[in-house]
């Protein structure tokens, strides 16, 4: 029935070649920096997170080659790392 209404759609991907470049964030990035590199980056998202504004400067950090839109920006930010808990 979904598929008659055009709601659900099939991908396909044909490939010749896959190159794996890093299995997940955890295992590439945080394995390959150095201690000093690891506190630095732990100070600055502590500094983000206990700023004056922690979601207006994350926000303002999504397209910064965009002005303006600041409430839409707000907006995809908080879709982005919302949620809700379902019952």
């Known amino acids: 029935r979904a598929m ?3 709601l659900v759609s099939t991908t396909f991907l ?3 070649n896959i190159i794996v470049h890093k299995k997940s964030f955890d295992e590439s990035l945080l394995d390959q ?4 590199e690891s506190a630095k980056l732990n100070a600055d998202i502590l500094e983000v997170a206990t ?3 922690p ?6 950090s999504i ?3 965009i002005f303006g839109h600041d409430d839409i ?15």
């Open 4 to 6: 008659k209404a055009g």
């Open 14 to 16: 044909n490939a010749t």
């Open 33 to 36: 920096m150095s201690e000093q």
């Open 51 to 53: 700023g004056e504004d």
């Open 55 to 60: 979601i207006g400067t994350l926000s303002a």
């Open 63 to 65: 397209a910064p080659e």
């Open 73 to 87: 920006k707000r907006s995809l930010l908080l879709q982005l790392v919302g949620g809700c808990t379902r019952k």
